[in-house]
């Protein structure tokens, strides 16, 4: 059986990719994981390299001890320091146990409700892969700069709900 290919859809006439405006200040919180430290260190040099190219960005970057913090640091960013989004970058490589499997969801998990709570972009930068390669290959490698990606969706979905409020 042949897979049919399948088309993007159309934008009508409506449809809008909302960005930021250039003038408009913004501040970003990036909390990193020092677990896996030689991938979640060039995780976060993308990111900043990225953050710092545009005007207008105020960056908020705060490191902790592996995966599991993310969140809770992520939330004391939007808690206390009131930033319009929070970046999380972390490396989970599977081991021989299933306490990857509890880190990731953890992670992911909290992240997603401080999302909603706080009706603020967390964007997911956190790699969940079966082995350093892949880890490497997401930061710079052949599948580009996940840390890069994050900061891109963390921008758009700013400029997303800023333009929802506005209507």
């Keep these: 059986m042949k897979a049919k290919s399948v088309k993007p859809a159309k934008k009508s006439a409506k449809t809008k990719v909302a960005k930021l405006k250039p003038a408009q200040k913004i501040k970003i919180g990036v909390v990193t994981s020092r677990f896996n430290e030689e991938i979640t260190t060039k995780l976060e040099e993308g990111t900043l390299d990225f953050l710092e190219a545009i005007d207008g960005v ?35 490589i599977r081991g021989e146990t299933t306490h990857y499997e ?7 998990r909290n992240c997603s409700r401080l999302m909603l709570d706080y009706k603020k972009p967390i964007a997911f930068g956190v790699l969940t892969t079966e082995n350093e390669e892949q880890a490497l290959d997401r930061v710079g490698g052949r599948h580009g700069h996940k840390g890069v990606d994050a900061a891109q969706a963390a921008l758009e979905m700013i400029g997303l709900l800023r333009e929802i409020k506005k209507k």
């Design 58 to 92: 105020e960056i908020l970057a705060v490191r902790v001890p592996g995966a599991v913090e993310i969140p809770l640091a992520a939330q004391a960013l939007l808690e206390y320091q009131k930033v319009d989004a929070v970046i999380t970058l972390g490396a989970v």
């Design 102 to 108: 509890e880190v990731c969801r953890s992670v992911e």
